[in-house]
Each structure stands twice: as C-alpha cells, then as structure tokens.
C-alpha cells in the first residue's frame, strides 16, 4: 500500500521561508517523479514544482521559479520543496503527488499522478 506524507506547512508573514517535507512508501521511490501541488480556496490544483527520480530533470511553475526550491534524496525515500520569499498569494494546501513520468511543463496536470498525500496548509499573511 503507497503511503504519501506531506508536512512542514503553517502561518508565515510575507518575506518569511517554509520547508515542506514528503515522505513515500510502498513503492521503488527512484523510479517516481515528485510533484509538490498546490489548491488555493476556489481555484484549480496547480503544480508548483516536479522533479524526476534522479533529480537531473526538474519543473517549476513560473511564479515559483527563483524563490522555491525543489529537491529528494532517494536513500530516505523524500522529497523537500523549500518556499523563500513568500508571499500571500502562495498561501493554499500543498499537496505531494507520485507517479512514473517524464517532467515535463505538458505532463504536470493533476490526473497525470496516481499518488497522493493528504496536503499541508500553507498561509502567507502579515
């Protein structure tokens, strides 16, 4: 049975950082890409950030390009995105999702992922 933990989120002011952490089992961890998405109230899920089993291909959404950074370390089967310079507009549940593709900007839809943590709430507010 896949296992998808995600953790990490909480309430930050603007301009503050957040690491959130994912942790898999249940499956052969380097053979998934990693997508770390996110839902704001009354929007589409979105993918924020994706990164691939050897973490040589990775993805970000243009507006979290130059302030998150998205990294795994296969040995302990996780994945991080680290969040700097938030701003209120990234507050959402973040979600982690699994599955066996090719990052790519084309393949970060949502169906795309079969596998899914329960989200962390993320709230950027002064």
């Known amino acids: 049975q896949v296992q998808v933990v995600a953790s990490g989120g909480g309430l930050v002011q603007p301009g503050g950082s957040l690491r959130l952490s994912c942790t898999l089992s249940?499956?052969?961890?380097?053979?998934?890409?990693v997508a770390w998405f996110r839902q704001a109230s009354g929007k589409e899920r979105e993918a924020v950030a994706c990164?691939?089993?050897?973490?040589?291909?990775?993805y970000y959404r243009d507006s979290a390009k130059g302030r998150f950074t998205i990294s795994r370390d296969n040995d302990i089967n996780t994945v991080w995105l680290q969040m700097d310079s938030l701003k209120p507009e990234d507050t959402a549940m973040y979600y982690c999702a699994a599955d066996m593709i090719v990052v790519d900007p084309d393949y970060m839809g949502a169906a795309n992922f079969d596998y899914w943590g329960q989200g962390t709430q993320v709230t950027v507010s002064s």
């Open positions: 990164i691939n089993w050897s973490s040589q291909t990775i």
């Open positions: 249940g499956l052969t961890f380097d053979e998934y890409a």
